[in-house]
Structure formats: C-alpha cells, structure tokens
C-alpha cells in the first residue's frame, strides 16, 4: 500500500511563499506521475501541478510563474514551491501519485494566506 505524507502547509501573508513536501513509501519513479490538488471550501479538488515520469510538466494557468513542482528521487519527495501567494490559493492541498490507473492520496495540509 502507497502512502503518501504531505507537509509544510500553514497560515501565510499574501505575497509570501511556502514550500510543500509529500514523502512517499515507495520510489517516485515507480509512478507514472505526481503532482499536487488542491480543494477549496465548497470547490471541487482541482489540479495544481502534476510531473509525469519522463519529467514533463503541467500547471493549472492560476498559478503558472508562481508555483514550482519538483522532485527528489533519493527522497522520494515531491515539493510544491508556492511564490507570490494570493488570498485565492487558500485551500486543503492534496499530493496525489498515479501508478498503472490508481490514484493514491496524501491526507491533505491546509494553506491559508491573508489578504
């Protein structure tokens, strides 16, 4: 069984930055992608960043130039470098990880930025 820790989420000033980690129990190339959801109250989960395994990239256009996704395969982490936040990026965010059509998920780490 997959499991997926997310970490580093808190309460922040518009314009700060935080950076998220979600530590997997299995090597990250041993997925077909991750990436990161969020979900705001009453929205439905939407995705932020996903990184496929051949390295290429994908960002929901809200947050193209202010976030970064990344990995460390000897970590088997994946981050979400979060810049330039806005009120509107408050939400739960969700790392997820795909293998052979099956989604595993984290628990969640809550983002809250002040305006």
């Known amino acids: 069984q997959v499991q997926l820790v997310e970490s580093g989420g808190g309460l922040v000033q518009a314009g700060g930055s935080l950076r998220l980690s979600c530590a997997a129990s299995?090597?990250?190339?041993?997925?077909?992608?991750v990436g990161w959801y969020r979900q705001a109250p009453g929205k439905q989960r939407e995705l932020v960043a996903r990184?496929?395994?051949?390295?290429?990239?994908i960002y929901t256009d809200s947050v193209k130039g202010r976030f970064t996704i990344s990995t460390d395969n000897a970590k088997n982490t994946v981050y979400l470098q979060m810049n330039s936040l806005k009120s509107e990026d408050t939400a739960v965010y969700y790392c997820?990880?795909?293998?052979?059509?099956?989604?595993?998920w984290g628990q969640g780490t809550q983002v809250t930025v002040s305006s």
């Open positions: 299995a090597r990250i190339f041993s997925f077909n992608a």
């Open positions: 997820n990880a795909l293998r052979n059509y099956i989604d595993y």
């Open positions: 990184i496929r395994s051949g390295g290429s990239t």
